[in-house]
């Protein structure tokens, strides 16, 4: 106690504590302990003596007068709220004792005056513990000083003390015993105040009322809501009042019913409904006048909460009354409801909500339920369709599904298949006729605005009319499907034949989405019925398959002479008998096995003996014979032959296999491949390389019936022509129908002898129509018929020549065009390719298209058009569609058919002016793939084709013509990386075509030039990760040329292997080093592909090459001896590739993942890491002490490195804390650390003036208001304070709003000095936002002190905070207009901020797991700018991982809390720390000077960090590792170098790296111009600048990969390039002498 009394005269606030907590302890000891006190079974034992306390009460009570502890006590309550709480049972102790007074309660009282919100809590939580102790004067005395506050400042908090006193008043018998009850329903009444305020003590009434004292009051409560009925709080009070009065169904409804009887109750409250109805919608008036833009939803009430919660509320509270009574809901109250709600809405999702709650409380309609739902149902039917939500389509569908169950009208299914878990509907009944709805889900589908509206309902029409009821008969089902086709026709009827010009665009509307909605259901049905046969066809082989399993059948097999037996499931295939037997009877692997039964053959090796049906006879016996291999039937070999030399044409595998698995011995081998050769279709050979062959889809013979009667009317459609699209839906339609009779009719008249009107099928005036008629030719042509010969039927009618009219006539500009051209094409190209079985089997003949001449200038034409519809449609600029692909296959298919048939079309194309741009279009310009497979397809059909013509037909040989046209674009080949891969494949086709002419020697020469320059794009060797095609085209066009001429292979021999070195290791393996370096990660090749392509050249050069063998030889020698495995032998260099995402991690050196976390956070900030990077640093700066040096390291680094992640080890040596180094073991707080990079740049780069960028992206500014708080002042000061983070507490807090509210809530401070009133007066004190950061870091208090412990603890809370952020309500002009103050006017003018500079998106996380003693931190960041795809994506970067993240997983990563686990909540302790949100129209910062001088002089641009300095810090970074001799951090030196790229193992040394260098140094020396007036930038440089400032004009880029190139650079690669220069000169003078020694 002495201590105690020590401690408490002490003026540090920990002693204090100290002092209660000793204090506490003594009070603990005046009472005996429950545990030692007398057990009853003793209580009777005489020498037992009661126990007691350790210190006495009164020599306690004595001590604390003596040592005056009370008045100290009570002296300190304005210090700290911790006095208060933890002082707690001193007080209890007092109170006991009779020495607790009322002045003592008024001096607690009056320190929760002006205090902060948290420190009210907490001393308002220990008057109400102290409550329950206190005596009915203490709480009546409690009572009236809170009766005395302003009703205004009741919080929460206070509104527990109300609830604690008034319960503790209400158990007593005094005069005064409901006072508390009062003051909870003034607070209820009392609309001014919170919502949630209101609400508390709704649920604090109820409850007191629910005691056995409080009786008698609940009849008077329930009375008191009645006569003050108003909003929806009393709603809510008078709902939970009545629960308490009758806790049971029945007892509740006669409680409802006495009430309606004495107050009228729900005239009550529908004649309050519509008096709020009223009132709010003259609110609504008025705000709309002052801003016509403001939500309504959201419009305050009167009663503190908004319109829609109050429309929730009320329709909540009739919903209680009448589903917990007898009451009935008649349709005057629907009728009311309608008129207020629905009909008068404000906004639409009071709409919404009101129709919801109709449909959910049909169920509680008591008086007629079908009746009242058709009549809701009939109001719902008269509503705009056109207007329709999702929300109220919802409400239309479970209304519509209701009535029309109870009618019988419709049914909910199950169907055979589906495996979803949801509802299917059929039509049930009479028909379409008796759906209730259904015109009014027609007009919904035909005018709806909402599209996900419409395609709700058109499923729910294909669901209505495909998933028909098992009980019904097919005849039925198909009566039920032929009305909706009828339905469906007559709407159809109708809507053409009220075209008019007034509803052109409504009238388009509903034809596109009538017939959508007969496209889905055709194609629907079929799905449907290809999912029931699958699912029955898999039921039945399960059952089958188990029958097979269980059963088997004895088999005797013979061989000659020779027999055996053997038991055989059913299920066992031909093929596995066929091994059995080769086992049983010990038959060589090559022996032909045929096996037969009852002289028959069993052929097909995959059928099972079951599928024969063997086991059906008695005994059955197989026969087996054995033939050797050279007596396999010839026709079995020649079409195996002839399998694979036509397999690359597409042809399908199984088709093969049938037909072999079909041979028979004895048929003769021609008649046997004739028959194949028809069988298969030759229209599939053809389009092998064009358009791929698009089959008709049939649909089933039922369904297509339907539609037979209404072909009139499509083709009606297609006359009127009303619009594309609704034509090009009508073709698309009549495609999956059986073909017209009438027009096939007709062309059938043409093999009688017949005529027909061609011009009337072929009008061309007519573009759809013709189009269909096309596609009925197509069709006819290939499908086979033994009757007809189509083909050469319509040859005959020379409709060649009107295909080819129709062609020259065609507009190619025109939209409406393409689908009849796509058409034309194909068929004309079907008809000039005729079938010949010798050009198959490889024999020559004469070209099947010189049957007929046509006319040479009609084909000069067509190939003139083909040409520039082939040009423009992949000119255009727009995504292609399928039309435009057809296209260009069809079109290079007929180009190449009839260049065939006229030499005179060769001229012209070698001549055409455009070919080069042509060609370059199709094959390499072009981002369609199918384009350009096309365009290459072609073209080698060309090249192929034209082999077998005679030179003298064409001016040049076409292999050397596209040789010409194609090589001239490796120059530029760079910049089509993404779309090379057919050039270079046509590339190859043509260096395989011929040799004469081509100058191979100087490709080759060219090739391996360009392949040394190629910059290292591939990252991993996984399919997602990129692959250079650039690359591997060069290699395979290289391994070509050494193919087709092996002088090169001499060649390399000759020159020292250049090519080898540089294949073997720069592409292939080339081991990248172990630090952290900014250049590229060799080898070049590392995806698999191009690997395989790789390794395919490497074994060319050695093939017949001893020479190139050696070489490779010597190279794979010193690579092996370069390894030293005693060192590094657990290095692998796929484990330092850089993240395929292409970012880069950060090293965890013990404990520093808050640095990791904060430092990935600001490279990821565009323009922090710009200035960063531009910064001109002085040379006293420049070394591995400065930390702004280091970060700059850092940040080249991250953006340059091809590694996985960076090394932190010099940077953490060179971060201080108080003047020392980091501990890098020990873990430390993220936020001081962010602090603490900031102040130490600033710091640093304020001499230079270059740390004004600082402020630009993070410093803010706060203004600390000083406001009167009394009467006669209310003067206002404020003093800004700067900032660069906003820390927020979260104890008790859910939501980071509720956080920033605190933020910026005032206090009441005592005695500070007016210097207007010249005197000291109470005044708030508060501080709020003045001026906003562009990038806005809040830090999270997660980490508190506990008073208790003394100790720090982290608040493992729920935290929620949004993606979106809006600051103005907590900034100086938000706060002045929710205040509504006259000085709102003069901030406006002041600041004339935008309002949408408060709006904030959320780019960054940094996330705390674990304890306050031990965690890890790691970060979350959404890329500013994306590197790959258009759409920024969010990264979770942990130390050296960096892997993407999905924002949906915000919640569950960061928010905090405690997570639901196997029945149990489990607390991770992993939540948000740090938040960083960035302006979402962040103003352009200048990079220029940050204050400009007003001057008509542009303003110097900030120098740019260049390349060589990137370099240097990156070699004396690696330097400065080596020194520290730390192995974990680095890679031994000590081992032999590995071979580079350019050396010759045998005969040179190895080559340095600035030998590696030249090719850059003189791409840098022939840049110095124009790197000298602007320093150009990486990528991703060039990125951080372009987020927030536009590029300069005069800004050349150099090559991706590095950065702008100092003058000491330029100067340094002049100087080396003269030299260069001399010796090259040396080089050319020797080399004359040589040739003149000749």
């Known amino acids: 106690m002495n201590y105690a009394d020590r401690c408490l005269r002490k003026d540090n606030l920990e002693r204090r504590l100290k002092g209660l907590q000793y204090l506490q302890r003594a009070v603990s000891k005046t009472v005996v302990p429950e545990e030692q006190s007398v057990p009853v079974w003793k209580s009777g034992l005489k020498d037992q003596a009661p126990k007691k306390p350790a210190v006495d009460p009164e020599y306690f009570l004595n001590f604390v007068k003596e040592r005056e502890i009370m008045h100290r006590y009570f002296s300190l309550l304005g210090t700290h709220v911790e006095i208060v709480n933890q002082g707690l049972p001193f007080l209890v102790f007092l109170i006991h004792h009779g020495q607790f007074t009322l002045e003592h309660l008024d001096r607690i009282w009056e320190s929760s005056v002006g205090i902060h919100e948290h420190d009210r809590k907490i001393l308002f939580r220990c008057l109400s513990k102290l409550s329950s102790d206190f005596s009915i004067a203490f709480n009546l005395h409690l009572l009236h000083r809170i009766k005395e506050t302003e009703r205004s400042l009741i919080d929460e908090h206070l509104l527990d003390v109300i609830a604690e006193v008034a319960s503790v008043l209400s158990n007593e018998m005094h005069p005064e015993q409901f006072e508390g009850l009062k003051v909870l329903w003034e607070v209820i009444t009392n609309k001014s105040a919170v919502v949630s305020t209101r609400l508390k003590a709704v649920g604090h009434l109820s409850n007191i009322l629910n005691r056995k004292s409080c009786e008698n009051q609940k009849i008077t409560y329930i009375s008191l809501c009645l006569q003050n009925y108003s909003d929806a709080i009393t709603a809510e009070l008078l709902q939970k009042l009545i629960e308490t009065v009758s806790t049971k169904k029945g007892q509740r409804s006669k409680m409802i019913e006495e009430l309606e009887r004495q107050y009228k109750l729900t005239d009550l409250i529908f004649n309050k409904l519509a008096n709020y109805k009223k009132e709010i919608e003259a609110v609504a008036k008025t705000t709309l006048k002052k801003d016509p833009k403001y939500q309504l939803d959201n419009l305050p009430t009167g009663n503190g909460i908004s319109h829609i919660e109050h429309i929730n509320r009320q329709l909540s509270f009739i919903d209680y009354i009448y589903a917990n009574s007898s009451l009935t809901f008649s349709e005057s109250r629907v009728d009311i409801i309608w008129t207020l709600l629905v009909e008068r809405s404000l906004t639409s999702t009071e709409k919404e909500t009101t129709l919801t709650w109709f449909s959910e409380q049909v169920s509680n309609m008591k008086v007629g339920d079908t009746a009242i739902s058709e009549y809701i149902f009939n109001k719902i039917l008269a509503l705009d369709t056109s207007q329709f939500s999702y929300t109220v389509f919802t409400v239309f569908m479970s209304f519509f599904l209701l009535i029309n169950q109870a009618r019988g009208s419709v ?75 009828n339905f469906w026709a007559s709407r159809l009827a109708q809507k053409i034949d009220s075209k008019s010009k007034q509803q052109g665009d409504s009238l388009c509307l509903g034809l596109h989405r009538m017939f959508a909605l007969i496209i889905s259901y055709t194609e629907e049905g079929e799905r449907e019925k290809l999912r029931i046969e699958q699912e029955i066809a898999k039921q039945r082989k399960a059952e089958k398959g188990m029958e097979m399993e269980r059963a088997d059948v004895l088999i005797s097999v013979k061989k000659d002479k020779d027999q055996k037996q053997g038991r055989f499931r059913l299920n066992c295939t031909i093929l596995e008998v066929k091994s059995r037997c080769r086992r049983a009877f010990e038959l060589n692997d090559n022996d032909y096995i045929r096996l037969y039964f009852e002289n028959q053959e069993l052929r097909s090796n995959d059928r099972t003996i079951s599928d024969y049906g063997i086991h059906k006879h008695k005994d059955p016996v197989f026969q087996l014979k054995v033939t050797d291999p050279e007596e396999k039937p010839i026709a079995f070999m020649m079409l195996s032959a002839l399998h694979m030399g036509l397999a690359g044409a597409g042809l399908q595998q199984t088709r093969f296999n049938r037909l072999l698995n079909q041979i028979d011995s004895s048929m003769d081998v021609s008649s046997k491949a004739e028959n194949w050769l028809k069988s298969v279709s030759f229209r599939e050979k053809i389009h092998t390389y064009g358009a791929p062959v698009k089959h008709r889809k049939n649909i089933s013979e039922d369904l297509a019936n339907l539609f037979s009667d ?25 495609r999956v129908l059986p073909l017209n009779a009438q027009i096939v009719n007709d062309f059938k008249t043409l093999s009688e002898g017949n005529s027909i009107n061609w011009d009337q099928h072929l009008d061309p005036n007519n573009t759809y129509k013709l189009a269909y008629t096309l596609y009925v030719i197509e069709c006819l042509i290939e499908t086979p018929d033994e009757r007809i010969n ?59 298209v010189e049957e007929k001449r046509y006319d040479t200038k009609q084909l000069v034409q067509i190939q003139k058009i083909i040409i520039e519809v082939l040009g423009a449609t992949v000119e255009t600029g727009q995504p292609l569609t399928e039309d435009d692909i057809e296209i260009v296959g069809q079109g290079f298919s007929m180009l190449v058919e009839i260049m065939l048939m006229e030499p005179k079309l060769w001229t012209n194309f070698y001549n055409f002016k455009g070919i080069k741009k042509w060609l370059s279009s199709l094959i390499l310009k072009t981002p369609e793939l199918q384009v350009r497979e096309y365009a290459a397809t072609g073209i080698i059909r060309l090249i192929q084709r034209t082999r077998k013509l005679r030179s003298t037909k064409l001016p040049e040989p076409i292999y050397l013509f596209f040789f010409n046209i194609l090589i001239p674009y490796l120059e530029e080949i760079e910049q089509f990386k993404n779309t090379s891969e057919q050039y270079f494949t046509v590339i190859e086709r043509v260096l395989n075509a011929g040799s004469g002419g081509l100058d191979l020697s100087a490709l080759f020469d060219k090739l391996t030039e360009k392949l040394n320059k190629l910059p290292v794009v591939e990252v991993g060797a996984d399919e997602e990760s990129p692959q250079d095609k650039v690359l591997v085209g060069i ?222 992206i993070f410093g803010g500014q706060l203004a600390n208001q000083f406001i009167g708080a009394t009467d006669t002042c209310s003067h206002r000061r404020e003093v800004p304070e700067t900032f660069r983070t906003i820390s927020v507490e979260i104890k008790d807090k859910a939501t980071l709003h509720e956080a920033l509210k605190l933020f910026i809530q005032g206090e009441i401070v005592n005695g500070v000095f007016c210097e207007q009133c010249q005197t000291n007066v109470d005044t708030m004190k508060r501080c709020v936002i003045r001026d906003l950061p562009n990038t806005l870091m809040i830090h999270l208090k997660r980490f508190d002190f506990d008073y208790q412990t003394m100790t720090r603890k982290k608040l493992n809370s729920f935290l929620a905070f949004p993606m979106d952020l809006d600051v103005e309500p907590y900034t100086r002009e938000g706060i002045a207009r929710q205040e509504g103050e006259v000085s709102l006017t003069n901030i406006e003018e002041e600041t004339k901020k935008n309002p949408n500079e408060y709006q904030y998106e959320l780019v960054g996380v940094v996330v705390h797991s674990g304890s306050m003693d031990s965690g890890h931190y790691y970060s979350y960041i959404k890329e500013r700018i994306p590197l790959q795809g258009n759409e920024p994506k969010w990264f979770e970067f942990n130390d050296t991982s960096v892997t993407l993240w999905d924002p949906k997983r915000l919640e569950a990563d960061c928010f905090g809390g405690t997570t639901e686990s196997t029945g149990s909540k489990k607390n991770y302790g992993k939540g948000a720390y740090l938040l960083v949100y960035q302006r979402k129209d962040q103003q352009v910062l200048s990079f220029d000077d940050p204050e400009p001088k007003k001057t008509s002089k542009k303003p110097k641009r900030k120098r740019t960090l260049s390349q060589g300095e990137a370099t240097d810090m990156m070699e004396n970074h690696r330097k400065s590792e080596a020194s520290e001799g730390n192995a974990r951090l680095r890679r031994s030196r000590s081992r032999p170098s590995r071979p580079s790229a350019d050396e010759a193992p045998s005969s040179a040394p190895l080559p340095t790296k600035k030998d590696r260098q030249k090719n850059s140094e003189g791409k840098a020396r022939s840049s110095k111009k124009s790197s000298s007036k602007t320093p150009t930038m990486s990528p991703a440089l060039m990125r951080s600048k372009a987020s927030v400032e536009e590029p300069s004009p005069k800004s050349t880029p150099r090559t991706p990969t590095e950065f702008a190139k100092s003058e000491e650079d330029d100067r340094q690669g002049k100087e080396k390039g003269k030299e260069r220069e001399k010796e090259k000169e040396k080089e050319k003078e020797k080399e004359k002498e040589k040739e003149k020694e000749k």
């Open 411 to 485: 049914k909910t299914i199950d169907t055979i298949g589906v495996t979803e878990k949801h509802l299917r509907i059929s039509a049930h009944g009479s028909g379409i006729s008796g759906i209730a709805g259904i015109e009014t889900l027609w007009q919904i589908l035909v005018t709806g605005t909402h599209e996900l509206v419409i395609q709700e309902a058109m499923r729910t029409f294909i669901a209505l009319f495909h998933n028909v009821d098992q009980v019904h008969t097919k005849a039925k089902a198909l009566g039920f499907r032929k009305e909706f086709v």
């Open 710 to 734: 209404h072909f009139k009317q499509f083709f009606k459609i297609l006359d009127l022509q009303i619009d594309p699209d609704i034509s090009s839906q009508v073709l698309d339609l009549l």
């Open 1035 to 1256: 290699l395979s066009v290289i391994n070509v040329i050494l193919k087709n001429d092996g002088t090169q292979k001499l060649k390399i021999s000759k020159t020292g292997s250049k090519l080898l070195s540089e294949l073997y290791v720069n592409c292939l393996f080339s081991i990248p080093e172990d630090n952290n370096s900014v250049e590229a990660t060799l080898p070049r090749c590392k995806h698999n592909k191009s690997r395989a392509v790789a390794f395919k050249l490497l074994t060319e050069l050695v093939k017949d090459a001893p020479r190139n063998f050696q070489l490779l030889l010597g190279l794979l020698t010193v690579q092996i001896q370069s390894v030293d495995l005693g060192k590094n032998f657990d290095y692998q260099p796929s484990r330092s590739e850089k993240s395929r995402h292409g970012y880069l991690g950060v090293t965890n050196q013990g404990a520093t993942c808050y640095m990791n976390s904060l430092l990935q956070q600001l490279y990821m900030t565009p323009s922090f890491r710009y200035h960063m990077l531009s910064l001109n640093l002085s040379e006293d700066m420049k070394v591995t002490t400065s930390l702004t040096y280091q970060l700059q390291i850092l940040f080249a680094s991250l953006q340059e490195s091809e590694k996985k992640y960076f090394n932190t080890y010099d940077f953490c040596k060179c971060y201080k804390v108080d003047g020392k180094a980091v501990n890098t073991s020990v873990q430390m707080d993220a936020w001081e650390f962010f602090n603490n990079v900031l102040d130490e740049l600033e710091g640093k780069l304020r001499p230079s003036s270059q740390d004004k960028f600082l402020g630009e």
């Open 790 to 848: 189509w083909k050469s039927l319509f040859r005959s009618q020379n409709i060649i020549d009107r295909l080819l009219t129709l062609v020259c006539s065609t507009d190619i500009k025109s939209r409406n065009a393409k689908k009849v051209l796509r058409y034309l094409l194909t068929v004309t190209t079907l008809l000039l390719v005729t079938e010949d079985t010798h050009v198959l089997m490889g024999k020559n003949s004469q070209s099947p």
